[in-house]
């Protein structure tokens, strides 16, 4: 069997746990299994490195800073590869380069687009096990990349797609999936099985467990992956294609995320064009934009609501205070203590009245909402940042999550 793993910071975090690493390895090793191992940097590190780069200079360079960042990859995997090779398990670090993965040049945030498997063939074949350092890439012309917060994740699925393997592991600091966040809702029950689909819900509505970009890419390529904890044996939650089991549960989690930043632009003309106008310069910069909310007035013009990462507001606000006068904006407000909280389910497709069981429970405990978005499967509120866990915890306890799935139908 090929097995494919990643670690997160936290699991590689001092020597002690990269010797567990090791260890944990060696048994896949002992048990006849090919594996291929990504790392994340040791916990801490890259907010280390980005902190010196911010101390230096106010705005680094793009391209700089991924060459800096990406060091702390090269730390983690040579380190797990020491560790193995002293215990008898021939192993070899890789970067990005060596392989290579091919990304896209945006720095900071750059896609794959190509992975070459001969190398890694080669080594597999050879009887070693491979450590890559994860989150990174490289272009064309030879640049380092990184792929942005949590693409060690997307490093890993993205591998375990192109070698065909039979699963993906993802080892983290938790032990699986939950309902909820189980530092807000104690009684947060670990998901056994969850679907594509809904996993990529929970990760775009800001579940940390899974980076987003590795779901869509476990999604496309069919790749199983399992989330579960370096710190146990345990089994975990398996991300996998669609049953019908899945579609008889209501609601299989409630998510929140606090990095949201909302802007308002009242007063925009009504007119093809401009939307174009608006949002072309923000996509330009690699800001994700996710709800968008429009409302037409009698005078011909229209207000305009939207919502991006919390960590691109103020670019954002820079870029459209840009194309205030030449598109005639007449006012721009922004609002940064929101929050979105949002309930995903699979059997959402077939039972109607599930929003309106949303929005009043959230009546009932006195919470506003923003602004409302809605998908198949997913339905987002954004509210008041100060009542996010309140907001969380009610619904969980609505929709029964607290308890053992109900079958619906």
Sequence with gaps: MLVVQKYGGTSVGDLERIRNVARRIAKYRDEGHDVVVVVSAMAGETDRLLQLAHELVEEPSPRELDMLVATGEQVSSSLLAMALNAMGYPAKALLAFQIPIKTDE??????????????????????????????????????????????????????????????????????????????????????????????????????????????????????????????????????????????????????????????????????????????GPIADAGIVVDMIIQTGRPDGRADMTFTVPKTDYKNTLRLVEKLSSEIGIEKIEGAEDIAKVSIVGAGMRAHPGVAAKMFNVLANHGINIHMISTSEIKISCVIDEKYTELAVRALHEAFGLDREPEQEG
């Excluded at 800001?206 to 146990?232: D, N, Q, T």
């Design 106 to 279: 945006l720095f900071g945030k750059a896609r794959i687009r190509d992975i070459a498997t001969e190398r890694m063939r080669e080594e597999l074949k050879k009887g070693h096990v491979l450590i890559i350092a994860g989150f990174q890439g490289i272009t064309e012309n030879g640049d380092i990349t990184t792929l942005g917060r949590g693409g060690s994740d997307t490093t890993a699925v993205a591998i375990a797609a192109a070698l065909g393997a039979d699963v993906c592991e993802i080892f983290t600091d938790v032990d699986g999936v939950y309902t909820a966040d189980p530092r807000i809702v104690p009684k947060a029950r670990k998901i056994a099985k969850i679907s594509y689909d809904e996993m990529l819900e929970l990760a775009s509505m800001g579940a940390k467990v899974l980076e987003i970009r590795s779901v869509e890419f476990a999604k496309i390529y069919k790749v199983p992956v399992h989330v579960r904890s370096s710190f146990s044996d345990e089994p975990g939650t398996m991300v996998v294609e669609e049953d019908e089991s899945m579609e008889k549960v209501l609601v299989s989690g409630v998510t929140y995320n606090r990095n949201e930043a909302r802007i308002s632009l009242y007063g925009v003309p009504d007119k093809p064009g401009v939307a174009a106008k608006i949002f």
